[in-house]
């Protein structure tokens, strides 16, 4: 068996089904949802102000060695999200400035990484939205130890699947399998269209004990 694994390359998320998450926000998924969203371990180097939608490109790569990262880059696409599981390494940067230019170059909108970065200064010059755990100084090599691409990976807790939608924005980011994406995007357009609906009756004088009913709550229980 080959020490390096490949599946196929996945489908990318329909761009006009992409387009539809516009103006919503992560946090509001998280009203109805609990599933799929990334250990808040992974946190953005830069700011994040817009919402970024993608396809998830997988790969996982092992103690000190990128080799198969290098590599990965050659196939990824304009809109997918290079998502790494570093399989417990949390030493080692894979990513620094100069592979940050490379998978910008190629296309990827984001990269999601279950380890430090370094360079972030350069990454973030660069303009690729990168989260991870944090930075380090100590660099992955090219070690030829193995690795998989587009294959089943895990990433801040989160089982990752090639092709999954990836939604990413300043409060974290979420995986979702493709076959869950138009239920919840119906959901997702709803909800955010209710939010702050009771802000102007706050500021009225009204109590948000009793627009949410909690107050309500907290009396009937005496």
Do not use: W
Not at 73 to 89: E, K, M, Q, T
Not at 217 to 222: E, I, L, R, S, Y
Request: with cysteine; net charge negative; glycine share 12%.
């Amino acid at each position: 068996m080959s020490k390096y694994q490949i599946g196929p390359v996945p489908d990318q998320v329909d761009p006009a089904l992409a387009q539809g998450f516009d103006g919503i926000e992560i946090a509001t998924i998280g009203h109805f949802r609990h599933r799929g969203f990334v250990s808040h371990r992974l946190r953005p180097i830069a700011p994040v102000p817009d919402l970024i939608v993608g396809t998830a490109f997988t790969v996982a790569i092992p103690a000190t060695d990128s080799t198969l990262l290098h590599h990965a880059i050659s196939s990824v696409r304009p809109g997918d999200v290079l998502v790494i599981d570093r399989l417990g390494d949390t030493r080692h940067a894979c990513l620094g400035g100069g592979v940050a230019f490379a998978a910008k170059t190629a296309g990827a909108v984001a990269v999601i990484l279950d380890g430090p970065c370094t360079d972030a200064d350069e990454i973030i010059e660069v303009g690729l939205p990168v989260f991870c755990t944090g930075i380090s100084p100590i660099t992955t090599r090219l070690n030829d130890l193995g690795g998989a691409m587009n294959l089943p990976v895990s990433c801040g807790g989160v089982p990752v699947m090639p092709g999954d939608l990836v939604l990413m924005d300043a409060c974290g980011a979420l995986i979702v399998p493709p076959d869950e994406v138009n239920d919840l995007l119906t959901e997702a357009q709803a909800r955010q269209a209710r939010a702050g609906r009771n802000h102007d009756r706050i500021a009225a004088g009204e109590k948000l004990g009793d627009l949410s009913g909690a107050s309500k709550m907290v009396n009937a229980a005496g």
